[in-house]
């Protein structure tokens, strides 16, 4: 399950946006480890976006999961990667206390090595991109085949 850096929690004071970086595959297609996150703390979450929460059993660990459905008692969150875990199927319904914010946006740092110009090239294109709602079709297919 992807866990946050606390930093995400100490810049947390003036401004409702703050960093974070994921760790773990439970997001991927959408989010990989070590891309870095724009989090908009107190934003309105609906069904499909990218959130930001307390774990419901250990509240001193961030996690990064998709909003699926609003139930009674709190959120259904899921990650992307049905085969990684951590989420509601395991834990049930998260508070909506429990909820921090929202993800914006979505930078992958460059691979260490990958130094050729078509590298850099494909870095370039896909480097820095809005984190939206919903599941992408091409993240769809991919997961189809």
Known sequence: MPE?????ER???VLPFGAAEV???SMTPTLLHGDQLLVQYGARVKPGDVVVLRHPFQQDLLVVKRAAERREGGWWVLGDNAFAGGD???YGTVPEDLVLGKVRFRYRPP???RRSPLAVVRWAWSA???VLSGRSSASRRLRAR
């Open 4 to 8: 946050l850096s606390q930093e995400t």
């Open 11 to 13: 810049g947390r004071g």
């Open 23 to 25: 760790t773990g595959p």
């Open 88 to 90: 509601s199927r395991d």
């Open 111 to 113: 691979e260490k090595g």
């Open 128 to 130: 820095a991109r809005p």
